[in-house]
Each structure stands twice: as structure tokens, then as C-alpha cells.
């Protein structure tokens, strides 16, 4: 079943994605030594489907020329592979999202006087620990 990666920009051909499969590591015995279930997707920005100039502009300056993504949740190649299909068209999606601006805030004047409070209190903590002067002792 070939799909289409889809995302606001335009759509990329599920042909587009290079393939590398290789054994995954970790424990599972023969099944794990013996087969080749780690995926290995890329995807080359600049050759990949059709999408629009600016949306291949931003994704180019987010993750640069080429997408690479790794793959070896499951002990299926099959499975992992979609896994990588989806993980590889939410990238896209979020890659062309752009941020909300900041609006920057003022803290209110009850969290002001909180943090001095706790300044003032760690403060005499860190007081009580001082070590004492055994010369001023004779002053007393």
C-alpha cells in the first residue's frame, strides 16, 4: 500500500523516502540477531515531491537538506516502517508550524514580594549554617 505523505506544504510520494534496514540491537535472542527490523528513512528535501517553495525553504532551514529518521520500536520491519511513515509526515507538519509570538508579561506584585520572601528566608538559612568565630565568643 503506498501512500502519500501529506502536510500543509504540498505532498511528498512515499517513493521519494530511501530505505535502509539493518539488524536492531538489543536482547530477543535469534529473531533480533537475524533479522533486519531497524528502519533507517531519509528523505532528501530538496529532490522530495511536490511542495511549495517557501514551505521547502522552512524545512530545509529547520532540519536541513535531508530528513533522517530512525526506526526500531518493533519486532516487525513491516510495522516499523509505518512507524517511520508517520513519524516522518508529522515531522513535516511540524517542522512548516509556525510559533505564536511571545507577548512579554510583567510579574504581578504579589509574586514579586513572594520571591523576596523566599530570597529572605533562604538567606537566613544559609546565615545559620555559618560557622561561628571563636574570637568574637571572648567579646560576649
Given at each position: 500500500?503506498?501512500?502519500?505523505?501529506?502536510?500543509?506544504?504540498?505532498?511528498?510520494?512515499?517513493?521519494?523516502?530511501?530505505?535502509?534496514?539493518?539488524?536492531?540491537?538489543?536482547?530477543?535472542?535469534?529473531?533480533?540477531?537475524?533479522?533486519?527490523?531497524?528502519?533507517?528513512?531519509?528523505?532528501?528535501?530538496?529532490?522530495?515531491?511536490?511542495?511549495?517553495?517557501e514551505?521547502?525553504?522552512?524545512?530545509?532551514?529547520?532540519?536541513?537538506?535531508?530528513?533522517?529518521?530512525?526506526?526500531?520500536?518493533?519486532?516487525?520491519?513491516?510495522?516499523?516502517?509505518?512507524?517511520?511513515?508517520?513519524?516522518?509526515?508529522?515531522?513535516?507538519?511540524?517542522?512548516?508550524?509556525?510559533?505564536?509570538?511571545?507577548r512579554?508579561?510583567?510579574?504581578?506584585?504579589?509574586?514579586?514580594?513572594?520571591?523576596?520572601?523566599?530570597?529572605?528566608?533562604?538567606?537566613?538559612?544559609?546565615?545559620?549554617?555559618?560557622r561561628?568565630?571563636?574570637?568574637?565568643?571572648?567579646?560576649?
Amino acid at each position: 500500500m503506498e501512500r502519500d505523505l501529506t502536510f500543509p506544504g504540498g505532498t511528498v510520494p512515499v517513493a521519494a523516502v530511501a530505505w535502509r534496514f539493518s539488524p536492531s540491537g538489543g536482547p530477543g535472542g535469534q529473531h533480533a540477531n537475524r533479522s533486519s527490523t531497524r528502519v533507517e528513512a531519509t528523505l532528501d528535501l530538496a529532490e522530495a515531491g511536490t511542495m511549495s517553495t517557501e514551505a521547502r525553504r522552512r524545512l530545509t532551514e529547520r532540519f536541513g537538506p535531508v530528513l533522517r529518521l530512525v526506526v526500531d520500536d518493533t519486532r516487525s520491519q513491516a510495522r516499523n516502517r509505518d512507524i517511520a511513515l508517520d513519524r516522518l509526515e508529522q515531522r513535516l507538519r511540524d517542522g512548516l508550524a509556525s510559533a505564536e509570538p511571545r507577548r512579554p508579561t510583567r510579574p504581578s506584585r504579589r509574586a514579586r514580594r513572594r520571591r523576596l520572601d523566599w530570597k529572605r528566608r533562604r538567606s537566613e538559612t544559609k546565615r545559620g549554617r555559618r560557622r561561628i568565630d571563636p574570637s568574637g565568643l571572648d567579646a560576649l
